[in-house]
């Protein structure tokens, strides 16, 4: 493949014939990245058993970590699953269309090549409208990992994905910038209790409010990483180690600002993600700053925490520092729990 073909769309309006052509690109087995509400998605047939081993190929993925397949509709689901839980109707009324997938028995008509050879099945109904109208136009379940090359950060700008893949997929459907910026929350409903694989925007809180009994995989651990090979612990790396210190955050604001002057002194370039707190501590030292918003807003953390850490790279930093989550409320825990899985080295200040 050469030529990766960039299409401009409106987030609320996209022209159908624009959608048309990426949704007919889809259903001959192209690879499309698309915008979801979380992040940028790769998109392929998911039931083109060949197409899809072109999509572990284009982003060096390893065959073991399975796909999540995404539909328009509720009713697409009932093809690709053998039982339809009560919990996972009661959720799909909740949150679908919306960044919660849930893990489900899967059903034959599922290449084992979509679900690393898994006998379940990672679904999920995106909220993003031009995610929404490509996959209506296509009226095919679509697969679609994050649309970053393996171990780099999550796209959340066309402009990643093509630093990642151009040349090495058919199109690129550009609507801006996404809206969540954290992939989003896989819940296993094949296991008692309901466990929350990977932390997202659909929250834990969120989640036991309507189904009590679900619980969290242990952080950036074992269970969750046996369970589902893609979250192994080390996943959303920058090109720079990054140093992650976690703990009381006025301590940890401390022991950072302290590490990168010893770094500056000893002649590197370094790199901070910074809530403006951070900022202004760090005012006067030679650092080069991936902005995080205000200290105290999850919701702006993340939307921007991949595309910080991809600026970062882009400055040729030789390390990365960052402070860890204040807490684990909320959408703070997918926060904590993608810096950790980004970070070389952590550093416990309390
Ligand atoms: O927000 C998102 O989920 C984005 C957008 C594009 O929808 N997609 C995404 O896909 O983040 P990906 O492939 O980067 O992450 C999918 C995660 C992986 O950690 C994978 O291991 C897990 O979902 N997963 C997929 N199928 C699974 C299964 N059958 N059982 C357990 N985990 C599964
Ligand atoms: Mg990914």
Known sequence: MSLTVVIQVDRDRPRPSDIARAADCLRRGGLVAFPTETVYGLGVHA??????????????????????????????????????PDAAATLAARFWPGPLTLVLPRSRAVPPAVTAGLDTVAVRIPAHPVAHALLTAARIPIAAPSAN???????TLAAHVLEDLNGRIDMIVDAGATDVGVESTVLDLTVSPPLVLR???????????VLPAVRIASPSGEPAAMRSPGLLPKHYAPRAPLTLFQGDPA?????????ARHAIAAGQRVGVLATAGDARALEGLQVVIGELGPDDDAEVAAAKLYAALRELDTAQVDVILARGAPGDEGLWRALGDRLRRASAAIVDVD
């Open 47 to 84: 039931l083109d058993a060949e197409a899809v081993q072109k999509l572990f190929y284009a982003k060096g993925r390893p065959a073991n970590d399975p796909l999540i397949v995404h539909v328009a509709e509720f009713a697409g689901i009932a093809p690709l699953v053998t039982a339809m």
């Open 149 to 155: 090359l393996f171990s780099r950060p999550s796209p």
């Open 199 to 209: 932390p997202g925007a659909i929250t834990l809180e969120i989640l036991q409010s």
């Open 251 to 259: 301590a940890a604001r401390n022991a950072m600002t302290a590490l």
